[in-house]
């Protein structure tokens, strides 16, 4: 029979080949389009979603001498040569020393400074006059104010200022005043100043400057001017800052790739390309950490994709071999006579390699447009907007052209294969050579050494595919064990159908072939939704940890916690967010500073997975000491009586206020003399006033020998209990400087007795607390602090806040503290904390941070109208995770193989269905002869096709629970919080249910041509 003739006759299973070869091949190029232009578009749509001040690069130059030109021209030049593939658009920013402006009408010193701005009109407004140019030779150089420093300054166009420089300073004597004359008046805009030495704010009452910033004046400016007359001045420049904000999103990805590699030695370029001067050099470069953490994002799904796409090839090798086995079955009368007559195995091969060709090449051109479509189908919707890129990548026809080659091979070769003589045994080729027990030792191997890669881990690659082909491989030592059982028990009884039945399973080889194929393939299908959704509540967990709680939101000041609350909904916590140094450990063997999160535990704010517990329960110890009973403040006056006979003294009083929210704000009161007469002091501010600090000053007439007796009471509005009245906690000396001190009896006050000389340039402070403040502030160190500190429940700590030392006590250890992902932290109750650094006599205590638990549904836009943008919401965060641009890799490829799998299930079911076809017609036709009723032959054949499915079925389901439980935390690319494997059990069902019944189903029709079947014809040809 000739090839094309015999292809005709077989034209249904040639069918069903071609089915698995689309399958598996689509699979195939799916993965690798995925890998590249759809890696290519993630990473593009990402830095086009990126923040602007996350795709800016900048050199800062300090220390620049008397001719800085050159020093800026090379580091310009280094910038521009890192990011060459793209034109960036540049700015140039340069920045004076501090300078005196003539003295205000109170006749106080004030200060202002020039900045030359090459791209001014894209960051500032212009209000009035006209925009700075470059000055006539020997005239005042023209200059722009932000309106808010000409309004401190008292300044309108037209007026002309000298600049001199400042005394103090390391280079005064070698600058020269400059003469400005203002041309107009500017309106910076939002977000666009970051050079700025106030970022945009044109003045503020205290500027610290000097060596050490020990020095505040009031200051305004800047002073716009032209660059490049600023630059030309040479001393009294205090910086210049090069910003370049490539159009990354817009580059090729070869373009990207590149950038990606020149930025990780800009730092040593630009140092090295102004080494021959005086001037000092530091990068800031957001753009290389947005590329690097894009990088590892998409290292994740790579992974993933790159172990799905192994896993599909691994099922069509199976598939097809599956297949070309029963192709070959349909063949062994043809094989046998050809090889009779001398045919070598070889040369068979070769005969048949045309019918291969043609099937895998048929099945190459379906295949790789269908993949084509469906990725960009698939990620037009994820990633709109990007590029799509070629049509047809290099790297997706080689990949296909290898896999077609090797598909032709296995395909010729197993439809060509020589009969096994012999009885079957049930047991597959693998379990007799033992070589799933070697499956199994590797797989053990790949599972424990999982972890630890920084990238695409090949290891994780091939780990999945390991995993479940040796749960297949043991798997299926397990039927052929139980139908021999089973025949023996059908043995001794008197039914003809279970015996058929179970006769039949003890005889089939159920340890490979079809069997094998679909458990294998179940086994995928299941992996790959059991991945999907560890990979799924790992993102959110991850968005937990982030955040800390549902809604966070930076503070700005002078928005009190009630406008939190009113915007946000829900409650409220403020939060103290400070890097603090811990024992004698400043930083851990990363780097990274040990970061205190401060917290109402009692608000329920806090979010994440804890082992064993909640917060809640976690929490429950970090509130100390008794309740704070402060007293009710709703503006009006405070009254202030103190005497300190025979002295100057003064005392100014800051009020410790808490809102309805908890946050501490602080307010100053002026200056109170001690000389007995009672003060009413105006108070600017509502809150529970929860501590007074007093500072007491000498005057300066008083005799430094002198011991004064100092009684000072405060009258506040309400009812006042009897408060405590303290020394600074750690303060040296204090006892002795002030002694005898006693709090007033019911009420808010103090007396003792003051050694005048004795007292700081500072003077002495005295703090006033409803109650006594705890000795320690209970806390919970992160599991990576406790271990680098050795430390444990119970141990007792220092904590540097800033200046001040705060005694702690170690409470509990947890995995990780909200906000700070797998760096060293530290969470407190932020009540205590503040109760605790004020006994200390820091007032620093107001909030970083807020936090919302059950925020309401527009709380971002609420926020952001009140003055507080860039609010973060967990559920946001893990929509981001989830769907954003970066993690379409890994749900795609899974995707991909869970389609691919349940397909090439559903065949095996169909090659085993045609199995029975082909083997069954004389059996049925001795059935029916022997007056068996066609009833009991369809229940037989049912059985036997449909016990074979559901056993192969539920194998594959186990062995892909085992698969996601094995590999699935560690796909999920989420060290911390460490990922736990989740378990759809509603889709797995629907899934073994599914597949088990479609599976028996294909047999439906098989069996009906069967028992149609001419019986005396078939024992004719039988019986021949």
Same mark, same amino acid.
């Given at each position: 029979?000739?090839?094309?003739?015999?292809?005709?006759?077989?034209?249904?299973?040639?069918?069903?080949?071609?089915?698995? #070869?689309?399958?598996?091949?689509?699979?195939?190029?799916?993965?690798?389009?995925?890998?590249?232009?759809?890696?290519?578009?993630?990473?593009?749509?990402?830095?086009?979603?990126?923040?602007?001040?996350?795709?800016?690069?900048?050199?800062?130059?300090?220390?620049?001498?008397?001719?800085?030109?050159?020093?800026?021209?090379?580091?310009g030049?280094?910038?521009t040569?890192?990011?060459?593939?793209?034109?960036?658009?540049?700015s140039?920013?340069l920045?004076?020393?501090?300078?005196?402006?003539?003295?205000?009408?109170?006749?106080?010193?004030?200060?202002?400074?020039?900045?030359?701005?090459?791209?001014?009109?894209?960051?500032?407004?212009?209000?009035?006059?006209?925009?700075?140019?470059?000055?006539?030779?020997?005239?005042?150089?023209?200059?722009?104010?932000?309106?808010?420093?000409?309004?401190?300054?008292?300044?309108?166009?037209?007026?002309?200022?000298?600049?001199?420089?400042?005394?103090?300073?390391? $280079?005064?004597?070698?600058?020269?005043?400059?003469?400005?004359?203002?041309?107009?008046?500017?309106?910076?805009?939002?977000?666009?100043?970051?050079?700025?030495?106030?970022?945009?704010?044109?003045?503020?009452? =205290?500027?610290?400057?000097?060596?050490?910033?020990?020095?505040?004046?009031?200051?305004?400016g800047p002073?716009?001017?032209?660059?490049?007359?600023?630059?030309?001045?040479?001393?009294?420049?205090?910086?210049?800052?090069?910003?370049?904000?490539?159009?990354?999103?817009?580059?090729?990805?070869?373009?990207?790739?590149?950038?990606?590699?020149?930025?990780?030695?800009?730092?040593?370029?630009?140092?090295?390309a102004v080494?021959?001067?005086?001037?000092?050099?530091?990068?800031?470069?957001?753009?290389?950490?947005?590329?690097?953490?894009?990088?590892?994002?998409?290292?994740?799904? /790579?992974?993933?994709?790159?172990?799905?796409?192994?896993?599909?090839?691994?099922?069509?090798?199976?598939?097809?071999?599956?297949?070309?086995?029963v192709?070959g079955?349909?063949?062994?009368?043809?094989?046998?006579?050809?090889?009779?007559?001398?045919?070598?195995?070889?040369?068979?091969a070769?005969?048949?390699?045309?019918?291969?060709?043609?099937?895998?090449?048929?099945?190459?051109?379906?295949?790789?447009?269908?993949?084509?479509?469906?990725?960009?189908?698939?990620?037009? =919707?994820?990633?709109?907007?990007?590029?799509?890129?070629?049509?047809?990548?290099?790297?997706?026809?080689?990949?296909?052209?290898?896999?077609?080659?090797?598909?032709?091979?296995?395909?010729?070769?197993?439809?060509?294969?020589?009969?096994?003589? %012999?009885?079957?045994?049930? /047991?597959?080729?693998?379990?007799?050579?033992?070589?799933?027990?070697?499956?199994?030792?590797?797989a053990?191997?790949?599972?424990?050494s999982?972890?630890?890669?920084?990238?695409? =881990?090949p290891?994780?690659?091939?780990?999945?595919a390991?995993?479940?082909?040796?749960?297949?491989?043991?798997?299926?030592?397990?039927?052929?064990?139980?139908?021999?059982?089973?025949?023996?028990?059908?043995?001794?009884?008197?039914?003809?159908?279970?015996?058929?039945?179970?006769?039949?399973l003890?005889?089939?080889?159920l340890?490979?072939?079809?069997? +094998?194929?679909?458990?294998l393939?179940?086994?995928?299908?299941?992996?790959?939704?059991?991945?999907?959704?560890?990979?799924?509540?790992?993102?959110?967990?991850?968005?937990?940890?982030?955040v !800390?709680?549902?809604?966070?939101?930076?503070?700005?000041?002078?928005?009190? @916690?009630?406008?939190?609350?009113?915007? !946000?909904?829900?409650?409220?916590?403020?939060?103290?967010?400070?890097?603090?140094?811990?024992?004698?450990?400043?930083?851990?063997?990363?780097?990274?500073?040990?970061?205190?999160?401060?917290? $109402?535990?009692?608000?329920?704010?806090?979010?994440?997975?804890?082992?064993?517990?909640?917060?809640?329960?976690?929490? +429950?110890g970090l509130?100390?000491?008794?309740?704070?009973?402060g007293?009710?403040?709703?503006?009006?006056?405070?009254?202030?009586?103190?005497?300190?006979?025979?002295?100057?003294?003064?005392?100014?009083?800051?009020?410790?206020?808490?809102?309805?929210? !908890?946050?501490?704000?602080?307010?100053?009161l002026?200056?109170?003399?001690?000389?007995?007469?009672?003060?009413?002091?105006?108070?600017?501010? =509502? @809150?529970t006033?929860?501590?007074?600090?007093?500072?007491?000053?000498?005057?300066?007439?008083?005799?430094?020998?002198?011991?004064?007796?100092?009684?000072?009471?405060?009258?506040?509005?309400g009812s006042?209990?009897?408060?405590?009245?303290?020394?600074?906690?750690?303060?040296?000396g204090?006892?002795?400087?002030?002694?005898g001190?006693?709090?007033?009896?019911?009420?808010?006050?103090?007396?003792?007795?003051?050694?005048?000389?004795a007292?700081?340039?500072?003077?002495?402070?005295?703090?006033?607390?409803?109650?006594?403040a705890?000795?320690?502030?209970?806390?919970? #160190?992160s599991?990576?602090?406790?271990?680098?500190?050795?430390?444990?429940?119970?141990?007792?700590?220092?904590?540097?806040?800033?200046?001040?030392?705060?005694?702690?006590?170690?409470?509990?250890?947890?995995?990780?503290?909200?906000?700070?992902?797998?760096?060293p932290?530290?969470l407190?109750?932020?009540?205590?904390?503040?109760?605790?650094?004020?006994?200390?006599?820091?007032?620093?205590?107001?909030?970083?941070?807020?936090w919302?638990?059950?925020?309401?549904p527009?709380?971002?836009?609420?926020?952001?109208?009140?003055?507080?943008?860039?609010?973060?919401?967990?559920a946001?965060?893990?929509?981001?995770?989830r %769907?954003?641009?970066l993690?379409?890799?890994?749900?795609?490829?899974?995707?991909?193989?869970?389609?691919?799998?349940?397909?090439?299930?559903?065949?095996?079911?169909?090659?085993?269905?045609?199995?029975?076809?082909?083997?069954?017609?004389?059996?049925?036709?001795?059935?029916?002869?022997?007056?068996?009723?066609?009833?009991?032959?369809?229940?037989?054949?049912?059985?036997?096709?449909?016990?074979?499915?559901?056993?192969?079925?539920?194998?594959?389901?186990?062995?892909?629970?085992?698969?996601?439980?094995?590999?699935?935390?560690?796909?999920? !690319?989420?060290?911390?919080?460490?990922?736990?494997?989740?378990?759809?059990?509603?889709?797995?069902?629907?899934?073994?249910?599914?597949?088990?019944?479609?599976?028996?189903?294909?047999?439906?029709?098989?069996?009906?041509?069967?028992?149609?079947?001419?019986?005396?014809?078939?024992? /004719?040809?039988?019986?021949?």
């Open positions: 029979m000739s090839a094309g003739a015999r292809s005709r006759v077989q034209l249904r299973l040639l069918g069903v080949v071609l089915v698995v #070869l689309v399958a598996g091949l689509t699979v195939l190029a799916g993965c690798v389009l995925l890998l590249t232009t759809g890696a290519d578009r993630a990473r593009q749509a990402a830095l086009g979603q990126a923040a602007v001040d996350d795709t800016t690069v900048q050199v800062v130059l300090t220390d620049l001498g008397d001719d800085p030109g050159p020093a800026v021209e090379a580091a030049g280094a910038l040569a890192a990011l060459a593939p793209v034109a960036p658009g540049t140039t920013w920045t004076s020393t501090v300078r005196d402006v003539p003295p205000g009408a109170d006749g106080g010193r004030r200060l202002g400074w020039l900045a030359g701005i090459d791209d001014l009109t894209a960051r500032a407004d212009l209000v009035a006059g006209t925009w700075p140019g470059v000055p006539e030779p020997g005239a005042p150089w023209p200059a722009a104010l932000p309106v808010a420093a000409a309004d401190a300054l008292g300044l309108a166009p037209g007026d002309t200022v000298v600049l001199d420089p400042t005394t103090g300073l390391a $280079d005064a004597a070698a600058t020269a005043p400059v003469t400005v004359q203002l041309v107009g008046l500017v309106q910076p805009r939002a977000g666009a100043w970051a050079q700025d030495r106030l970022a945009g704010a044109g003045a503020v009452p =205290d500027l610290e400057f000097g060596v050490f910033g020990g020095t505040r004046l009031p200051a305004a002073f716009l001017v032209d660059p490049a007359t600023l630059l030309a001045a040479g001393p009294g420049l205090e910086q210049v800052a090069l910003v370049a904000a490539p159009d990354v999103a817009a580059a090729s990805p070869a373009a990207v790739d590149r950038i990606t590699d020149e930025l990780g030695t800009l730092t040593r370029d630009v140092r090295a080494s021959g001067g005086p001037a000092t050099s530091r990068v800031v470069n957001p753009l290389a950490a947005t590329l690097a953490a894009a990088d590892a994002r998409l290292a994740t799904g /790579r992974t993933a994709v790159l172990a799905a796409g192994l896993l599909a090839v691994l099922l069509t090798v199976v598939a097809l071999g599956t297949a070309a086995r192709l079955d349909r063949r062994l009368a043809e094989t046998a006579l050809l090889r009779a007559r001398g045919a070598t195995g070889p040369q068979l070769r005969r048949a390699l045309p019918e291969a060709a043609l099937l895998v090449g048929s099945a190459a051109v379906l295949a790789v447009p269908l993949a084509v479509v469906a990725t960009r189908a698939a990620l037009a =919707d994820r990633l709109p907007g990007s590029d799509p890129g070629p049509l047809l990548p290099a790297g997706l026809l080689g990949a296909v052209a290898a896999g077609v080659v090797v598909l032709v091979a296995l395909l010729a070769v197993g439809a060509t294969r020589a009969a096994t003589p %012999g009885r079957t045994t049930g /047991r597959g080729a693998v379990a007799r050579s033992g070589a799933d027990l070697l499956l199994v030792g590797l053990v191997v790949a599972v424990l999982l972890g630890g890669t920084v990238g695409t =881990d290891l994780l690659v091939v780990a999945p390991l995993v479940l082909l040796a749960g297949c491989a043991l798997s299926l030592r397990l039927p052929p064990r139980l139908a021999h059982l089973a025949d023996r028990r059908a043995a001794r009884g008197r039914a003809l159908a279970p015996v058929l039945v179970a006769g039949d003890a005889r089939r080889s340890a490979g072939g079809a069997t +094998a194929l679909l458990v393939a179940t086994a995928a299908a299941v992996a790959a939704g059991g991945i999907g959704a560890t990979w799924s509540v790992s993102q959110a967990d991850q968005a937990d940890l982030r !800390g709680a549902d809604l966070a939101v930076p503070a700005v000041g002078g928005i009190p @916690g009630p406008v939190v609350a009113a915007a !946000g909904g829900g409650a409220v916590s403020p939060v103290v967010a400070r890097p603090v140094a811990l024992g004698s450990l400043l930083r851990d063997e990363d780097g990274d500073a040990t970061r205190l999160v401060a917290v $109402d535990t009692t608000a329920g704010v806090l979010r994440g997975r804890l082992p064993g517990t909640d917060w809640a329960g976690a929490t +429950a509130p100390a000491g008794d309740p704070e009973q007293v009710p403040l709703s503006g009006g006056s405070v009254v202030v009586t103190g005497t300190a006979a025979g002295t100057g003294l003064t005392a100014v009083l800051t009020l410790v206020l808490a809102d309805p929210t !908890g946050a501490r704000t602080t307010t100053a002026p200056a109170v003399p001690l000389d007995g007469l009672p003060r009413s002091v105006v108070v600017d501010g =509502d @809150g006033v929860v501590a007074v600090a007093v500072d007491l000053a000498p005057g300066p007439d008083d005799d430094p020998d002198r011991v004064a007796r100092v009684d000072l009471a405060v009258t506040l509005p006042v209990p009897g408060w405590v009245a303290t020394l600074p906690r750690g303060q040296q204090a006892d002795q400087l002030l002694s001190l006693e709090a007033v009896d019911g009420g808010i006050g103090f007396r003792g007795r003051l050694v005048l000389g007292l700081p340039p500072t003077g002495q402070r005295v703090l006033l607390t409803p109650s006594r705890p000795d320690a502030v209970p806390v919970l #160190l599991a990576g602090l406790a271990d680098d500190l050795g430390a444990d429940v119970g141990d007792d700590l220092s904590m540097a806040v800033g200046d001040t030392g705060v005694p702690v006590e170690v409470a509990g250890v947890v995995p990780d503290v909200p906000s700070v992902p797998g760096g932290a530290v407190a109750d932020a009540a205590t904390l503040a109760r605790v650094l004020v006994a200390a006599g820091d007032l620093d205590v107001a909030p970083q941070a807020w919302v638990a059950a925020p309401d527009g709380a971002v836009g609420a926020l952001a109208a009140a003055g507080l943008p860039d609010a973060v919401t967990r946001g965060l893990t929509a981001d995770l %769907g954003g641009p993690a379409v890799g890994l749900p795609l490829g899974l995707a991909l193989l869970g389609a691919g799998a349940v397909l090439l299930a559903v065949t095996g079911s169909v090659l085993q269905a045609g199995a029975v076809r082909s083997g069954r017609r004389a059996e049925v036709a001795r059935l029916l002869g022997l007056g068996v009723p066609r009833a009991t032959v369809r229940a037989v054949l049912l059985l036997q096709h449909g016990i074979g499915t559901v056993v192969g079925v539920l194998l594959g389901a186990v062995v892909g629970v085992v698969g996601t439980v094995l590999v699935g935390p560690a796909l999920t !690319g989420s060290p911390v919080p460490s990922a736990e494997a989740q378990f759809p059990w509603s889709s797995w069902t629907a899934l073994v249910v599914g597949l088990a019944v479609l599976g028996t189903a294909v047999v439906l029709p098989v069996v009906r041509g069967l028992l149609r079947v001419d019986v005396a014809g078939a024992l /004719r040809e039988g019986g021949s």
